[in-house]
């Protein structure tokens, strides 16, 4: 029996060394390293929401938020982030049941390897580029109008352009451009390039103010973070969804702390102002709310707790 078991110790320490040794044991395929197109469905009353990933980008929101830094940097770390987080870019799809609208259109493909996304996401949902009726901007910065363009083609070719006027007269302005400090001068020529396409095939209709753009889509308007910032109610059977666009960046530091600004808004206590409203109506009438920086799929609802508010992200459905 001793020299049993001493054959049968023997032939496992063989084993696992063999196991153990460099490139013994190895997975067959390559890591993928990539995740696959993103979208994510629910109902509000009758209409299908997707939600479109874009991908995500890096922000240093440390730098970028406006604040008490030492409270800032507190709930970054408290929510296990750092002075850099990485950005969910999404857009959203409604379909009415006789319309299809888009709303935003994420960054394109100039805008670096993570992101440009959103048409394989709108393809591995189900649908078409050419299928969209309407496209909805929430604001004309790059990272919501730039997918607008495949190159040099319109990336949805029979879709109608809507956006606030206020925006439109700003970031297609040549003299407001010339205007600008040289820095920024590049958001403005990114949003000649994604609209101004739109515009010459006629296709972009400019609206101003609250305005009830489809049965059931209605734009309002939420301006500071830039001079037309919309937000879209979507309304069916007494259910409905708030898209929030830029409304805030960081969730883990604007839900607590919705004083907090970003180097992004062009008239920061406008911005704030906005805000503070978009929060306070959510939390008031508990319906669904979502935005283009919340996390993948950056869907929820609000609650207020202390001074600010808790979001509370949708629970999972199959849909079955």
């Known amino acids: 029996?001793?020299?049993?078991?001493?054959?049968?110790?023997?032939?496992?320490?063989?084993?696992?060394?063999?196991?153990?040794?460099?490139?013994?044991?190895?997975?067959e395929a390559p890591m993928a390293k990539a995740q696959a197109p993103g979208f994510y469905r629910t109902f509000v009353g009758d209409f299908e929401v997707t939600v479109l990933s874009d991908g995500t980008m890096q922000l240093p929101v440390l730098d970028l938020?406006?604040?008490?830094?030492?409270?800032?940097?507190?709930?970054?770390?408290?929510?296990?982030?750092?002075?850099?987080?990485?950005?969910s870019d999404n857009a959203f799809l409604?379909?009415?049941?006789?319309?299809?609208?888009?709303?935003?259109?994420?960054?394109?493909?100039?805008?670096?390897?993570?992101?440009?996304?959103?048409?394989?996401?709108?393809?591995?949902?189900?649908?078409?580029?050419?299928?969209?009726?309407?496209v909805y901007i929430t604001h004309m910065?790059?990272?919501?109008?730039?997918?607008?363009?495949?190159?040099a083609a319109r990336t949805f070719p029979n879709a109608t352009l809507r956006i606030d006027r206020h925006d439109t007269d700003f970031w297609l302005s040549e003299a407001v451009m010339n205007r600008a400090p040289a820095e920024v001068r590049g958001y403005?020529?990114?949003?000649?390039?994604?609209?101004?396409?739109?515009?010459?095939?006629?296709k972009l209709r400019p609206f101003e103010g609250a305005t009830q753009l489809v049965p059931g889509v209605r734009a309002q308007p939420a301006y500071g973070h830039t001079p037309g910032h919309t937000v879209y109610l979507v309304e069916s059977k007494g259910e409905r969804l708030v898209l929030w666009g830029d409304l805030l960046h960081v969730a883990a530091v604007q839900f607590e702390d919705p004083a907090v600004t970003i180097g992004f808004d062009i008239d920061e206590p406008a911005a704030g102002q906005s805000r503070l409203a978009g929060f306070a109506d959510a939390a008031r009438n508990g319906g669904l709310?979502?935005?283009?920086?919340?996390?993948?799929?950056?869907?929820?609802?609000?609650?207020?707790a202390d001074k600010g508010y808790v979001f509370v992200p949708v629970n999972y459905s199959s849909l079955k």
Request: proline share 5%; hydrophobic share 40%; glycine share 14%.
């Open 1 to 27: 029996m001793t020299k049993l078991l001493r054959a049968l110790l023997a032939s496992a320490t063989c084993l696992s060394t063999l196991l153990l040794a460099p490139g013994a044991a190895r997975a």
């Open 65 to 87: 938020l406006h604040g008490d830094k030492a409270r800032i940097g507190e709930a970054l770390r408290r929510n296990f982030l750092g002075e850099q987080v990485e950005t």
């Open 94 to 134: 409604v379909n009415t049941g006789s319309k299809l609208v888009l709303v935003d259109t994420g960054s394109g493909s100039s805008s670096g390897p993570t992101l440009g996304g959103l048409v394989g996401s709108l393809r591995a949902a189900g649908y078409r580029p050419e299928q969209v009726d309407e």
């Open 141 to 151: 910065h790059g990272d919501h109008v730039g997918g607008l363009m495949t190159g």
């Open 188 to 202: 403005f020529k990114a949003a000649m390039a994604a609209v101004n396409p739109y515009k010459e095939a006629g």
């Open 289 to 304: 709310v979502a935005a283009a920086h919340l996390p993948f799929p950056g869907i929820g609802r609000l609650r207020a």
